[in-house]
């Protein structure tokens, strides 16, 4: 009886651990071509700064969300009309910076792909519409943005035409935002927009050029990509700050987790790519259109290429010195950029395949031998991932599948190690980690 009690418990455990083909197949289905069409398609409309042209059907940033939108239309007719297109506007003004020209309606482009069973939980992909020049107030002159950000653009389009195909517990969002090079107007409106209608947000890709693979220190590198991740909450209050000091989570809020999903995920189904988890909102002093998310209290990162080259962007097209200047179509690596679209769609297919993660998980074990855990049950789930890693290592390197919500880790002292819990779907597919919110004493 023992015997055929382990051999329960240890199929149990690898029906957990394999992969899933369906994900190999996203992989495969991504395509080159499109992305270079879509691209190019991006670049003809000359400029897509936020106050450019509003009324030509061929520049400016109006007939660039239009086709846009007509191209997210397009795949939703192709599936049955399984996508909800619209568009979603917010009014800035130039009281609100110094870098609005004149008042206008920051428009972002929305697709929804609903959920079977959760349709009010999302995961979300967003690439930039809007381009610049040397100057990013001027909304007249040239600035075909291909790799900033055509080229996250054409990803997150990508990314609704391959997974379109597919049905998910919980809805994807894809989205165009504007206003990025002026203050990441198109991502508070959205971030707000959600706030207001209650969507139970389980957090956003932000794709900032994701084609480039030549930076302007010298390295090409057609493997490697950056994942920015804020440590803790933007909104975090006193008291979980106090928690923080005594407890730790110093570099485990919501959106670190999601880091470490797609690091994971990257490293199980794209082991030939190279996540790199940069410990930091974005880049040095600057920002990206997860910001306004994070801002909120939502989970948010940003994905984009390891290496630029500064000479390609925010710059006038232009020759000096036998440097050519200006983001054109020509600078972007489009295999590459197939890779990171790729990285994007496996992770938004296994977050809205997986259950949502503990919204509780309690912790105990002081001066003990054992770490004590238990969490609250999560519908749908079949079981849960119990994590633990180094204090020092960026990774959820141990686990423990287990089908119970609490279970004691014996001989592991809490003192060196974190915790945390996933929750784990009948496919297999895993939420994000829950780091623990609650002392059990």
């Known amino acids: 009886m023992k015997k055929i009690t382990f051999l329960i418990l240890l199929i149990s455990n690898v029906s957990f651990t394999q992969t899933d083909s369906k994900i190999y ?26 106050f450019s042209d509003t009324i030509s059907n061929t520049r400016g940033i109006g007939a660039a969300r239009r086709w846009i939108k007509s191209e997210f239309d397009k ?3 192709d599936c049955n009309n399984c996508i909800d297109v619209f568009y979603q506007k917010d009014l800035v003004t130039t009281e609100m910076s110094k870098r609005v020209p004149h008042d206008a309606y920051v428009v972002n482009v929305v697709a929804i792909q609903k959920g079977t069973k959760y349709p009010n939980r999302y995961i979300i992909m967003s690439g930039d519409i809007d381009s610049r020049n040397s100057d990013g107030s001027n909304f007249t002159k040239d600035a075909p ?60 890709l932000n794709n900032d050029m994701i084609g480039n693979i030549e930076g302007v220190d010298g390295v090409i590198d057609n493997r490697s990509f950056r994942i920015f991740s804020e440590p803790v909450p933007a909104n975090e209050t006193e008291r979980q700050r106090r928690m923080r000091r005594f407890y730790g989570g110093e570099v485990d809020g919501i959106s670190r987790q999601l880091a470490r999903y797609v690091h994971k995920t990257t490293k199980t189904y794209m082991p030939e790519m190279n996540p790199m988890m940069i410990y930091r909102l974005d880049r040095f002093g600057r920002g990206g259109h997860h910001r306004p998310f994070n801002d909120l209290g939502f989970a948010g990162i940003r994905i984009m290429e390891a290496h630029e080259n500064y000479t390609q962007q925010h710059q006038d097209i232009r020759t000096e010195n036998g440097i050519k200047y200006g983001d054109t179509f020509e600078h972007v690596n489009f295999p590459y950029a197939k890779k990171l679209t790729a990285v994007n769609a496996i992770n938004l297919a296994s977050l809205a395949w997986a259950p949502a993660a503990p919204k509780e998980v309690a912790i105990g074990g002081i001066v003990e031998a054992n770490v004590r855990l238990k969490w609250s049950k999560v519908e749908g789930a079949k079981g849960y991932k119990i994590y633990w890693r180094d204090t020092t290592s960026p990774t959820w390197d141990n686990s423990r599948y287990v089908e119970t919500t609490e279970f004691a880790l014996e001989g592991i002292v809490i003192d060196n190690f974190f915790f945390g819990v996933a929750s784990v779907g009948e496919n297999g597919h895993e939420s994000m980690v829950m780091f623990p919110n609650k002392i059990w004493r």
């Open 25 to 50: 197949d996203i992989i495969n289905a991504v395509s080159e071509d499109r992305l270079k069409a879509d691209v190019k398609t991006l670049t003809e409309f000359g400029t897509r700064n936020t």
């Open 75 to 77: 795949i939703s007719s």
């Open 145 to 204: 943005g291909a790799n900033d950000n055509a080229s996250g653009m054409a990803g997150t389009i990508e990314a609704a035409r391959v997974l379109s195909k597919y049905k998910f517990e919980s809805s994807i969002i894809y989205v165009g935002l504007s206003g990025e090079e002026q203050g990441l107007f198109g991502g508070a409106g959205l971030a707000k927009y959600a706030k207001e209608k209650g969507w139970d947000i389980i957090g956003i």
